[in-house]
Each structure stands twice: as C-alpha cells, then as structure tokens.
C-alpha cells in the first residue's frame, strides 16, 4: 500500500526527472544535426587579392581600421600587407612594419628589433605585396574550437564574432593558422575581418577594396557565375594560402609563389 | 601608446604577422601544472583504494584531501588569463562540444563530484561521529555552533555508521576510486588534447600530447604528494619531539620516521615508472619530427636545438629528468635525496609545460620569425599583475591555503577512517 | 534506493539541474544551431543583424562628387583618378553633418606611400614614378608645390 508521502516524492522525482533530459536535448537536436548537412544558401562570398596590381601603399589597411572601429595606435589590425623581396643567392627578406599601415616608405626590411636591411636594387630577383585578411574559411578552425559558440560562419559564409559572448580566451586565435586573428584592445574580445558584413549585406564593397587605388583587391559571391571574381576564380591560375590545413580559405590570389607562407 | 594584450611581455623579431603576440603566457603554463597535480594526486591515492597497495594507505588520504584543495585552485589560472572572465561561466551554459576548451565544464566537474564523494565516503564515520558529539553537546560557542551546523549538513542526512553501512562506504570508495583514474587522466588528457589539436601551430600538433600530458601529470602528482607528505611528517615529528599531541593522537618520533620511509620507497618507484613513460614519448615525439624533418622542422629545430635549448635540454630533461632519476635509482634512499628529487622532478614538470606552451608561441606563423617572452616580474597593470610572476605566485600558493582550510573540516592525520 | 550512498548522487544531480535552470534565464533566446550545423552554426543568432547595423564611416567618392564637382572633376582627368576622396581626406562619415570638415592629410609620407620608389620587379609599385625623400625637399609638404587633384607639370604651384 503506496503511502501519500511516497506518492508526492515518487511525482516530484519523475516530473524533475522527465524536465531534465527535455531542457539537455535542447542543446543538441538530431533532426537540425541531419539537416545542416545541405548548403542552400545563394550567396558565399569570397575574395580577391591580385599581387601583380598591390603597390604596398596601405591604403586597405588605414581605411579598415578607421571604417571598423580598431585603434590606429594598436598594434593589431584586421588586414595587413606584406612585402617580399627575393635576392638573387636565393634568401627572401619580407615585412610588414605596422602591418603596412603607413605604407612601405622605405627599401631597407625591417627586420624586428631596432635592426634594418637595405638592399640594392641589382640584387632583387623579384619582390611583391601580398595583402592579407581573414579568409573566412569553409572549414574555420576557429569556429571549431570555440569553447562557448561567441564565434561562428554566417550561412552565406561569413565568420564572425559574437561581442557579447566572447569570453576572451583566445583559443580561436591560436587555432588559426593565418594570424588573421587578435584581442580587440578596447572591447577585449576576439576581433578579425568581418568582410565588412555591414556593407556588403547593402550591396557596397568592403572598406578595403574600396580603398585600393589600384583594384588589387575584389569581393563578391562565388556562387554567382556572373559575378567577376567568380570567373576570374574559374578560369585563371589563381591560389590560396596554408592549403594543406584542409581549412578551404575563400581568399583567393593571382600571383601568389612559393615564398608566401 | 595603446598596449594590446601580450604585447607587454612579447618581443618580435625577423618576419612576424601583425597580430601575433605571446598570448598564451604564464597562467596557461600553470594551468596544465596545476590539473597534473590534481590528476597526479587522485592517481596516488586510488592505487591504494583500488589497487589495495597497503604501505600507501597514509599516503592515500592525504592525496585525496590534497587532491580537492587543488581542484579550485585549477580554475584560478583561467579566470585569471580570461580577457572577460565573468563570462566563464558561459562554458557550463552553451558548451560547443567541437571545441577541447568545453569539455573543461564537464569533466572538471565530475571530476569535482568523484573526488568530494569519494572524500565524504571516506571520512563519514568522522563526519557522522563529530556531528553527532557537537549536537548533543549543551553549551556551543559560536564557533562550535557553526561547526555542528557543518558536520550536520555534511552527514546529508545520514547517520548510520552501522558494520553494513561502514562496508557499503567502503564498496562506494573502490568504485569511485577506480572511476575516479580514468576521468583523472581525461582531466589532463583533454588539456594535452587542447595543444595536440591545433594543427596552427606546428610544435604542438601531435597525437602523442595528450599522453605525455597525462604521464607527466601523474609524475607531478605523486612528486607533490611526497613532497607535502615528507613536510607534514617532519612537522609532526617536530611537535612530537616537544610531546605536543596533534589532533588527539600521541605517536613517537621512531614510530613516524618508520612509516615514512617505507612510504617514500614505495611512492618512489611508482614515480620512476610514470618518470620513464614520460620521458620516452617526449623522445619518441623529437626523434620522429627530426627523422621526418616536414616543412615546420627548420624552424623548430631552431627553436628546440637553438632558442630553447637551455631550456629544454638542460633545465627540463637534464635537471628535471635525468638527475632525480638517478637519484631514485641510487640504493639506499634517504629523505633528504627525496625532497632533492621531488623538488627537481617538479621543476621539470613545470619546465615541460612551460617548453610546451611558452616554445610554441615562439616561432612565428610564418616559419620565419621569433617573438621572444619576457614574464612580467613587477606588475605595472592589471594585466602584468595577473599574467606575471605574481599572479603565478598566487595560483600556487592558493592550494596550501585551502588543503590547510580542508584539514581542519577532514583531518588528514590520527583519524580513523571508515576502512 | 534507501541506502544511503546514493546521497552524493543526489547533491551532484541537484546542482546539474540548478544549471539547466540558469541556462533558462542566462541564455539568450535565439542562441541555438543555425545553418551551418554545431560546429561552425552554434552562436547566438540575434548577432548577425547587430553587425549589419554596424555604422558606415566610408561613403566612397560617389557620396563627395556631387558637392564637390569641381575637385572631382579636376582629379578624374589624371593618374590620380584611381585614389578615393577619402584616402587623403579621411572618412565621410555624415558630413557635412557630422563632422562638418574633414581633415586633409598634407604629409609627405602620405604621397611616399606609393611616391617612395621601390624598383620591385613583378611588382605594380615599379611603374610609379617617385623621389628620395631625404633629397627632393626634405621637410616641405609635398602639396605645397604640387597640386594633388592635378599632379600634372600644368598643376603645379
């Protein structure tokens, strides 16, 4: 004969028990799980860069931080450029001071701690800029390996961060093989390139690209065959960078060599 | 002059990407050392309640109250590095399972819940006696009265210290215990996971880190329990000497001398064995990047056979491998060689992680350039503060606080324990 | 299930559902998997329109021409129509509004950007004609003497 003291422990026990696994499995549904496996969106945008056209003026570079908000004093930026400079017995000499923000003004390479290296002009074999920025992979690692979901990819294939949930532990920008990635000094959170997401989503380009004087940088979508980035991307011998990662970078370079880490 | 974090303690040198900077710094080298520690102390203590190992059985409890003492102090180097540490918490709220970091909600606290229940189970018949004596006692001081408040919350409700009951304890601590080593190890594997994976950084990806972290781990473990083991034992001996009783027992000075050395000798070879595994995967791991020399290995082996040679060679396999191995294998082991060993074998841990996280932030993305770590010793800013020399200070000072806090609740000495 | 080892379950089970509650009230709503599955779709959905509303500072010369036609014009018949108004001038943001002037940039190492001859092969940097800083003028604005809208010879000062 049941008690009424173990009947109401017994409903309480089983009620509280059924709520839990209902409240757990909304974490993980494995109808969305099946269903995430399509990509039904029109739009992926991806990037440009034509190292043939670069001049290493930086213009990209000021234009990003004034448009996105990132201190012109810090030491951090969303995209940078680099130069390269091969001489002829074969070493490669490359920089980036401040990230090319006031440009290259100099031919001596800045090589780090107060120390500069100047080369003659007959010495060069061949030397380039090579502009770079966050590449909004189609396999981000960053993503993967955030512990709380504060950074994530947009179904048209953007990567962004989520300000007010990122606690700052900086493991997406240990896992990302580009360095694309920083701490934020003001907001002291992750920070990178965000395709300027508030542009291109009302048609405009991206800071950078706008800036280029000498259209060495493009976007677009790539699943748009009309789109001119989508055909140069086809039908030229374009590259990407860090491609044995497997992480699938969307930006895409023309005239990119095997010195370009 | 606008600082942005790591740029403080970091100094680029050669060819270096814009945002790179040393951010992983001190507090994520104490973070792993002290989870060893934790892992390591478990690991001791379980060898006894599993493996029935009776010289370890003094040993055991102390491991085990140890090993709570540390769990919080685990937390604190992260809280500490976080640029937004409030929002910790968010790991237990929206874990991304895809990500090494969120397995840290789950397994710390499991592994939070084993070793308190496994504590509980363990000192119960204290807990219930003591709650017991202090409720029906009359006249409570204020302290005495949130004691007894203490004790009583801490029986949960249970009084039953019965024959059946005491060995159902004891079935419940073996259990726990034998559950407890395989989380244990996932405790410090997972942290070895959360290098291992980064397939960035070409030092730290390998699948071997995982198991070095856990070996070394269970290495520094049992090195900081012999180490406090041996301190408390000469602490008691010494208030022994003077004929001072501690915690109502009376033992003479031969009497603890003779437990201890037995103790030691047998917690030495468990180090030793734990000591060459270590030593060999972190070998087998250099001997297969050399032989297989990828694109990453110029620069790795500038920086392993170059920058930080001192660091790894000497310091790490030198001091703290190579010398306390030979001093555990010399015959005729004394205390002092211990102490000696212990404490050199707990430098080398150290300097691993250190080699570990510090060593693969030292070599650029690039593949060809340096960014050299200056470890803040004066704090100027919040920021050298908590990811300098002080805040290190703190996290490893933070553990002797608490197990002297946990022994007055569980004392680990003169008590007799369920089983 | 009288016994009295399970009470340590109970405890931990207790604290594992204080948590799922919390999550109730701690989580934003729209936080869940979205389209790109758990792994790269797990994020609070309500960010992505934050980041579209996110404030314009460029506005491109098409936002300057109409106002400023005469230095549009002017500037569109040299070499120096590929440079954006706001490169030198700084971001339009709401101007005239806000701010009501912009600064110009009249510094040397703004025209040294691409100015500052650097002979790279294989680089576009090599067609642009420049000076050594140190010897042509050294610490006179460049806009002094050249007109930067027309740096043709007809252009200068």
């Given at each position: 004969m049941i008690t009424r003291r173990d009947f109401i422990l017994n409903t309480v026990k089983g009620v509280a028990g059924l709520a839990l696994p209902l409240t757990a499995f909304e974490i993980l549904s494995p109808n969305k799980l099946l269903a995430a496996k399509g990509d039904s969106s029109k739009v992926r945008w991806a990037f440009l860069v034509d190292t043939f056209k670069c001049v290493g003026c930086g213009f990209c570079v000021k234009a990003c931080k004034l448009e996105n908000g990132v201190p012109l004093d810090a030491n951090v930026t969303r995209t940078w450029v680099e130069r390269y400079v091969l001489v002829k017995d074969g070493r490669v000499f490359a920089d980036n001071p401040k990230g090319a923000l006031n440009g290259f003004t100099t031919s001596k390479i800045d090589l780090g701690v107060g120390n500069f290296h100047d080369i003659k002009k007959e010495d060069i074999e061949k030397a380039f800029f090579v502009p770079k920025l966050c590449n909004h992979c189609e396999n981000p690692p960053c993503v993967q390996v955030c512990p709380v979901g504060a950074t994530y990819q947009t179904p048209d294939g953007v990567v962004l961060v989520d300000r007010t949930w990122c606690i700052g532990c900086g493991y997406c920008i240990m896992a990302c093989p580009y360095g694309v990635r920083f701490f934020h000094p003001v907001y002291k959170v992750a920070d990178k390139c965000t395709f300027c997401y508030h542009r291109i989503t009302k048609g405009l380009k991206?800071?950078?690209?706008?800036?280029?004087?000498?259209?060495?940088?493009?976007?677009?979508?790539?699943?748009?065959?009309?789109?001119?980035?989508?055909?140069?991307?086809?039908?030229?011998?374009?590259?990407?960078?860090?491609?044995?990662?497997?992480t699938r970078p969307q930006v895409y370079y023309r005239g990119i060599t095997r010195e370009v880490i | 002059m606008m600082y942005v974090h790591g740029e403080e303690w970091t100094i680029k040198e050669l060819f270096v990407t814009p945002n790179e900077y040393i951010y992983w710094s001190i507090q994520i080298v104490m973070y792993p050392f002290m989870t060893g520690l934790v892992a390591g102390a478990f690991v001791l203590s379980s060898l006894y309640h599993v493996f029935g190992i009776k010289q370890l059985k003094e040993i055991a409890r102390f491991a085990l109250v140890f090993s709570l003492a540390l769990l919080p102090v685990a937390m604190m180097p992260l809280q500490l590095h976080l640029q937004q540490p409030q929002r910790g918490i968010e790991v237990f709220l929206t874990p991304h399972f895809t990500s090494a970091i969120a397995a840290f909600g789950i397994v710390f606290s499991a592994y939070g819940a084993i070793v308190a229940s496994e504590i509980w189970f363990v000192y119960r018949k204290y807990i219930v006696e003591t709650a017991m004596a202090l409720r029906s006692k009359p006249d409570k001081s204020s302290g005495?009265?949130?004691q007894s408040l203490l004790y009583n919350v801490l029986t949960l409700g249970s009084y039953d210290?019965?024959?059946?009951?005491?060995?159902?304890?004891e079935k419940a601590v073996k259990i726990l215990a034998g559950v407890g080593i395989p989380v244990a190890c996932f405790l410090h594997g997972y942290a070895g996971f959360i290098f291992g994976s980064v397939k960035a950084n070409a030092l730290w990806m390998t699948p071997l880190m995982p198991v070095i972290f856990i070996m070394s781990a269970v290495v520094s473990g049992i090195a900081l329990c012999m180490l406090t083991y041996i301190v408390v034992m000469e602490i008691r001996k010494i208030l022994a000497a003077?004929?001072?009783?501690?915690?109502?027992?009376?033992q003479s000075t031969d009497e603890i001398k003779g437990i201890e050395i037995n103790v030691i000798k047998m917690t030495a070879k468990y180090l030793l064995f734990f000591l060459i595994f270590a030593i060999s995967l972190e070998l087998l791991d250099l001997i297969f990047r050399g032989y297989t020399a990828v694109k990453t290995w110029d620069i790795l082996r500038s920086i392993i056979y170059g920058k930080d040679f001192l660091d790894i060679f000497v310091f790490q396999y030198g001091i703290g491998n190579l010398v306390p191995f030979i001093?555990?294998?010399?015959?005729?082991?004394?205390?002092?060689?211990?102490?000696?060993?212990?404490?050199?074998v707990l430098f080398g841990v150290f300097m691993m992680r250190w080699n570990v996280v510090i060593g693969g932030q030292s070599f650029s993305l690039t593949f060809a350039g340096f960014m050299h770590y200056h470890l803040p010793i004066i704090p100027t800013n919040l920021e050298t503060f908590k990811e300098g020399?002080?805040?290190?200070?703190?996290?490893?000072?933070?553990?002797?606080?608490?197990?002297?806090?946990?022994n007055k609740i569980f004392p680990v000495f003169g008590v007799e324990e369920s089983h | 299930m009288k016994s009295h080892i399970w009470r340590p379950l109970y405890v931990v089970l207790g604290i594992v559902v204080l948590i799922l509650v919390a999550r109730q009230f701690l989580v934003p709503r729209s936080f869940g998997m979205h389209e790109r599955g758990y792994m790269y779709g797990w994020y609070?959905?309500?960010?992505?329109?934050?980041?579209?509303?996110?404030?314009?500072?460029?506005?491109?010369?098409?936002?300057?021409?109409?106002?400023?036609?005469?230095?549009?014009?002017?500037?569109?018949?040299?070499?120096?129509?590929?440079?954006?108004?706001?490169?030198?001038?700084?971001?339009a943001k709401e101007h005239p509004s806000d701010p009501p002037k912009l600064e110009i940039n009249r510094t040397r190492e703004q025209c040294l950007r691409c100015h500052f001859p650097l002979p790279y092969p294989s680089s576009g940097r090599a067609n642009i004609r420049g000076i050594d800083p140190e010897k042509h003028n050294p610490g006179i604005e460049c806009a002094m003497c050249h007109n930067p809208h027309k740096p043709t010879l007809e252009g200068m000062k």
């Amino acid at each position: 004969m049941i008690t009424r003291r173990d009947f109401i422990l017994n409903t309480v026990k089983g009620v509280a028990g059924l709520a839990l696994p209902l409240t757990a499995f909304e974490i993980l549904s494995p109808n969305k799980l099946l269903a995430a496996k399509g990509d039904s969106s029109k739009v992926r945008w991806a990037f440009l860069v034509d190292t043939f056209k670069c001049v290493g003026c930086g213009f990209c570079v000021k234009a990003c931080k004034l448009e996105n908000g990132v201190p012109l004093d810090a030491n951090v930026t969303r995209t940078w450029v680099e130069r390269y400079v091969l001489v002829k017995d074969g070493r490669v000499f490359a920089d980036n001071p401040k990230g090319a923000l006031n440009g290259f003004t100099t031919s001596k390479i800045d090589l780090g701690v107060g120390n500069f290296h100047d080369i003659k002009k007959e010495d060069i074999e061949k030397a380039f800029f090579v502009p770079k920025l966050c590449n909004h992979c189609e396999n981000p690692p960053c993503v993967q390996v955030c512990p709380v979901g504060a950074t994530y990819q947009t179904p048209d294939g953007v990567v962004l961060v989520d300000r007010t949930w990122c606690i700052g532990c900086g493991y997406c920008i240990m896992a990302c093989p580009y360095g694309v990635r920083f701490f934020h000094p003001v907001y002291k959170v992750a920070d990178k390139c965000t395709f300027c997401y508030h542009r291109i989503t009302k048609g405009l380009k991206t800071a950078c690209v706008q800036a280029c004087p000498f259209g060495a940088r493009m976007i677009g979508n790539i699943r748009d065959p009309n789109d001119p980035i989508s055909k140069i991307i086809r039908t030229e011998r374009v590259g990407v960078l860090k491609d044995e990662y497997g992480t699938r970078p969307q930006v895409y370079y023309r005239g990119i060599t095997r010195e370009v880490i | 002059m606008m600082y942005v974090h790591g740029e403080e303690w970091t100094i680029k040198e050669l060819f270096v990407t814009p945002n790179e900077y040393i951010y992983w710094s001190i507090q994520i080298v104490m973070y792993p050392f002290m989870t060893g520690l934790v892992a390591g102390a478990f690991v001791l203590s379980s060898l006894y309640h599993v493996f029935g190992i009776k010289q370890l059985k003094e040993i055991a409890r102390f491991a085990l109250v140890f090993s709570l003492a540390l769990l919080p102090v685990a937390m604190m180097p992260l809280q500490l590095h976080l640029q937004q540490p409030q929002r910790g918490i968010e790991v237990f709220l929206t874990p991304h399972f895809t990500s090494a970091i969120a397995a840290f909600g789950i397994v710390f606290s499991a592994y939070g819940a084993i070793v308190a229940s496994e504590i509980w189970f363990v000192y119960r018949k204290y807990i219930v006696e003591t709650a017991m004596a202090l409720r029906s006692k009359p006249d409570k001081s204020s302290g005495e009265k949130i004691q007894s408040l203490l004790y009583n919350v801490l029986t949960l409700g249970s009084y039953d210290i019965s024959e059946n009951a005491l060995h159902q304890d004891e079935k419940a601590v073996k259990i726990l215990a034998g559950v407890g080593i395989p989380v244990a190890c996932f405790l410090h594997g997972y942290a070895g996971f959360i290098f291992g994976s980064v397939k960035a950084n070409a030092l730290w990806m390998t699948p071997l880190m995982p198991v070095i972290f856990i070996m070394s781990a269970v290495v520094s473990g049992i090195a900081l329990c012999m180490l406090t083991y041996i301190v408390v034992m000469e602490i008691r001996k010494i208030l022994a000497a003077r004929k001072k009783t501690t915690y109502g027992t009376y033992q003479s000075t031969d009497e603890i001398k003779g437990i201890e050395i037995n103790v030691i000798k047998m917690t030495a070879k468990y180090l030793l064995f734990f000591l060459i595994f270590a030593i060999s995967l972190e070998l087998l791991d250099l001997i297969f990047r050399g032989y297989t020399a990828v694109k990453t290995w110029d620069i790795l082996r500038s920086i392993i056979y170059g920058k930080d040679f001192l660091d790894i060679f000497v310091f790490q396999y030198g001091i703290g491998n190579l010398v306390p191995f030979i001093l555990f294998l010399i015959p005729g082991l004394t205390i002092r060689r211990t102490v000696i060993g212990v404490l050199l074998v707990l430098f080398g841990v150290f300097m691993m992680r250190w080699n570990v996280v510090i060593g693969g932030q030292s070599f650029s993305l690039t593949f060809a350039g340096f960014m050299h770590y200056h470890l803040p010793i004066i704090p100027t800013n919040l920021e050298t503060f908590k990811e300098g020399l002080m805040g290190a200070v703190m996290v490893i000072i933070t553990p002797f606080v608490l197990f002297w806090i946990l022994n007055k609740i569980f004392p680990v000495f003169g008590v007799e324990e369920s089983h | 299930m009288k016994s009295h080892i399970w009470r340590p379950l109970y405890v931990v089970l207790g604290i594992v559902v204080l948590i799922l509650v919390a999550r109730q009230f701690l989580v934003p709503r729209s936080f869940g998997m979205h389209e790109r599955g758990y792994m790269y779709g797990w994020y609070r959905e309500a960010n992505v329109e934050e980041w579209k509303k996110y404030p314009m500072s460029y506005r491109s010369e098409e936002y300057c021409k109409d106002c400023h036609n005469d230095k549009y014009t002017m500037i569109m018949q040299t070499p120096h129509a590929i440079i954006q108004c706001e490169n030198c001038h700084g971001p339009a943001k709401e101007h005239p509004s806000d701010p009501p002037k912009l600064e110009i940039n009249r510094t040397r190492e703004q025209c040294l950007r691409c100015h500052f001859p650097l002979p790279y092969p294989s680089s576009g940097r090599a067609n642009i004609r420049g000076i050594d800083p140190e010897k042509h003028n050294p610490g006179i604005e460049c806009a002094m003497c050249h007109n930067p809208h027309k740096p043709t010879l007809e252009g200068m000062k």
